[in-house]
């Protein structure tokens, strides 16, 4: 955050400066925040996929990239940057860069792989220039209500684009609600992001904004259609805070890991193994994951054939390594057509090899865990820590079923970026809380959210 970076004892600062500048600085943070969730092309389905030939994309997102990095370099201190990218993402970064260097058009690969570069310069952009908490929860206020205000206002202004017809090449989604992003199954997981960020502020004491968005996110949420992500909100929920509620927040990392473990053998694990397989028939007669197991078994075989280095960034799905296939008849989806394996860990594999995707699991998912126990019982750090981990599990778990990491801009992929780098955050840097003194009215209003946490955590609070 901004705040570690003090002014020289020289520099006199007014309070009036100071405020000014905290000022730009939050407005910054939600200017980068709602831009890259919503992007330069709302309401448009392709949007997602012409990125990196968009002229209005290329230009937006390039000064999106150039204002992320004057913010991190004018508001943000060095070794805050230093400490967040660390070993195991700058390994994973420089292996990100190889499988480019290694696609079958490096040079279109490259342009691909800045978007993502820029995604995730403004996600470290957004977390560490607002100076204090409630600098924080205003950008995750403002913007989120913005985000859910637009994609509700495009049902009535664009009813044909943000609800799926039946004219689209998934009439099986008709009905369902995308709103300002290119698909139901983007618009589910943006929603599940912002119902964290909700509760995260009516925790602080923010209750009409804070539950204005978890209610507004949850209600177009189940409208999305998307049993996965509907499941997968509440699931979140409870394996963060329920162990708060009984004093055992320590074991969260723990459950995660073991939670994890068991949505992998349930998933990829099924067509590695007969006797899973055979299992999960006995259990859910004709599981496949909505075809998602044809997939997944073609994809081991060809990551079998270039375990080392993949195919390369962007060098796979859609190019004659998988559209020179045999046409499936046996099968609910012609791989032919498919833009992602359905399944993140896999597509990390296939694309940059199994090595880089040990690293990534490390650094993605183990590191965080890391993080999470070192955080400070400091009350912002705590409810910071409980709402990007709660976006951390949703992200991962969904990322067995859907493909997302390292994908330019992808409004997922941005909040996976932000709960991974907020989790290192919070754990090495005291957020400072409110910056004027809380009325008592307000004071009580916070109390019953100190109720979801440890004790150690409640004796904290004037840390």
Known sequence: MSSTARPKRTEPVSDAALL??????????????GITIISFRPFSPMAAESTGGDIVNQLGFGAVGGLSLFCLLAFVDRKVL?????????????????????????SSAFRTAVFTLIGVLAMLAVLTVPRDADAISTAFAVTGLAIVGLCYAGLVVYPDIAIHGTDSTEPQHAGLWRGAFSHKNVAGPVMAGLSFAGLYLMRRG????????????????????????????????????GPSLVGLRRAVPLIFAVALV??????????????????SQQVSPGLTYTGRTTLWTFLLEMIEKKPWFGYGYESFWGTQ?????????????????IVHGHNGYLDVAVLMGVPTLLVAVVAFLIVPMIDFLRVPPNRENVFLADFFMMTLMFT????????????RVDPVWLFFVLAVFGLRYVSRFTI?????????????????????????????RNH
Not at 209 to 235: E, R
Not at 396 to 407: I, K, P, Y
């Open 262 to 279: 068991v949505a992998a053998v349930a998933t990829v694990g099924i067509v590695v193994s007969q006797p899973l397989w055979d299992l």
């Open 82 to 106: 230093a400490s967040l990218v660390g070993f195991w993402w700058a390994l994973l970064l420089g292996l990100f860069l190889v499988s480019v260097v290694n696609a079958a058009d490096p």
């Open 206 to 241: 923010w209750r009409w904004s804070g539950g204005l968005l978890l209610v507004s996110a949850v209600v177009f949420l189940a409208h999305t259609g998307s049993k996965t992500t509907t499941g997968l909100v509440p699931l979140a929920f409870l394996l963060v805070m």
């Open 432 to 460: 400072p809380g409110n910056v004027a003194p809380q009325k008592r009215r307000t004071r009580r209003i916070v109390d019953w959210a100190g109720l979801l946490q440890p004790a150690w955590s409640r004796t904290a």
């Open 321 to 337: 390594v998988v559209q020179l296939q045999d046409k499936p008849f046996d099968s609910d989806w012609d791989i032919r057509g």
């Open 20 to 33: 000014d500048r905290r000022g730009v600085a939050t407005l910054l943070a939600m200017l980068l925040f």
């Open 396 to 407: 991962a778990f969904n990322a067995f079923l859907e493909s997302f990491f390292f994908r």
